[in-house]
């Protein structure tokens, strides 16, 4: 065997087209909750890449899942289906309001199908017309050119004009607003129940719930996007099951694959009719791979037990960062649901997200930002106690040196 090639943080900026600014350290391996990089030191992972290390790193039977499948079968295109995507569809049905699942392999596919679904279920309904898209502000829906259109963040979507038509952004959590463009020409409403990307910002009850009182009132869908709310994140299994407000369509990807890329639309009997043989599809959708290491790491996560851990986690790091926010007041607001956790900085320290989690990465712990004034946590559902702690002295030695 030849020697690897050796890379470096250098390597990226040499090799890599920069849409991304990746940290100055390159991981190599991880462990539950923790990491190390390859000069040996060790991280608590509070960001769990980014809501889809649901389970850490490295669990064991979901390990097991992969190696068991990698030794069967790893893919063999949609002209034949498989035993692990066909379990898993049956998951999510058993466990959702679904009658029907599409599998793909994240979420802005998960949304582009939504999407896709919704105008032309209007479209064979008979109505020309009913083709237009609510959508909200600050909203993140993926990068395709159709997601990145329907997100409501312009500096994602302005350069890349022309862009699809037929799409409205109003504000989030304004349902006087929404009723004032939601009408018979639309075909859907999309919407996060938490916005993850725009800052974790909750869905008040009442909006969602007016929101599907509208599109029940003008025949549009309601989809939800849970791309980054599903799979126990917030501590029920979706989002939508604790507002009891139920969507039409519903994606979910990130955390339902535990780290192996994969994604879902799922939707009821009556639309899924819309989508028939050739109307959509792609390549590795429900591969068996992905879906063998899906199908564990859902059954994993959908028991009471993993889902009132995640309340108890909250605890945790609720009792955790008011501490330290006595201490060093950064925070004017700490929000979220579950262990979508969002952090937001007083006017002071205004920006300066990404910078903490820079210091926090020198302390030895991972965290994300939610746009520039907001420091999120998305740890894994079932992080031990003890990383919580230390996690959390190593973040309180980053805010002090801010604060200092
Ligand atoms: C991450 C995210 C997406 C996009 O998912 P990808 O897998 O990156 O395509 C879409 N919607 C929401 C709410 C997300 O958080």
Redesign the pocket.
């Known amino acids: 065997m030849e020697q690897p090639i050796a890379v470096t943080r250098q390597s990226f900026d040499d090799w890599m087209i920069p849409v991304y600014a990746p940290a100055d350290f390159i991981l190599v391996r991880g462990e539950g909750s923790q990491v190390w990089d390859q000069q040996g030191k060790s991280y608590i992972d509070f960001a769990g890449g ?2 889809v290390n649901a389970l850490g790193h490295a669990h064991p039977q979901v390990l097991a899942a992969l190696v068991e499948q990698a030794g069967k079968l790893w893919h063999l295109g949609n002209g034949y289906t498989n035993e692990p995507v066909l379990r898993l569809a049956k998951q999510l049905i058993d466990a959702t309001f679904a009658d029907k699942v599409f599998f793909c ?7 582009e199908a939504a999407l896709k679904l919704a105008r032309k279920y209007a479209l064979d309904s008979g109505n020309r017309e009913k083709n237009q898209i609510v959508a909200f502000n600050n ?6 050119l159709f ?1 990145v259109s329907a ?1 409501g963040q312009p500096k994602y979507s302005q350069d890349f004009a022309p862009l699809p038509g037929g799409i409205t952004h109003t504000p989030f959590n304004d349902l006087a607003a929404a009723a004032q463009v939601i009408n018979d020409r639309t075909c859907a409403v999309i919407v ?1 129940p938490i ?3 725009g800052g974790v910002v909750p869905a008040q009850p009442q909006f969602l719930q007016g929101l599907r009182e509208l599109c029940d009132r003008h025949g549009a869908l309601l989809i939800f ?5 599903g799979v126990g994140r917030t501590g029920s299994l979706y989002a939508y099951m604790n507002y009891g407000v139920v969507p039409d369509v519903l ?1 979910t ?2 955390a339902l694959g535990g780290g192996f ?1 994969i ?1 879902a639309m799922i939707t009821t009997d009556k639309l899924a009719k819309t989508l028939g043989v050739g109307t959509h599809g792609t390549t590795y959708g429900g591969n068996p791979l992905a879906a063998a290491v899906a199908g564990v790491v859902f059954s994993l996560i959908n028991t009471p037990e993993v889902l009132d851990g995640v309340k108890q986690r909250l605890e945790w790091f609720i009792a955790g960062l008011t501490q330290i926010n006595l201490q060093y007041p950064i925070f004017s607001e700490i929000r979220g649901a579950g262990l979508l956790i969002g952090c937001a900085l007083n006017p002071e320290y205004a920006g300066r997200a990404k910078q903490i989690t820079q210091l926090a990465n020198e302390e030895g712990v991972i965290a994300l930002i939610a746009g520039p004034d907001v420091v999120r946590f998305t740890p894994s559902l079932i992080i031990p106690e003890q990383d919580v702690k230390e996690g959390l002295a190593r973040f309180a030695r980053a805010v002090a040196r801010i604060c200092s």
């Not at 996007?225 to 709310?229: G, Y």
Request: proline residues 3%.
């Open positions: 980014i809501a392999n994240s979420g802005a596919e998960a949304n909203a993140f829906h993926g990068r395709t997601t997100g996060e916005q993850g990307e996007d849970e791309v980054q709310t994606t990807a990130k890329p994604g």
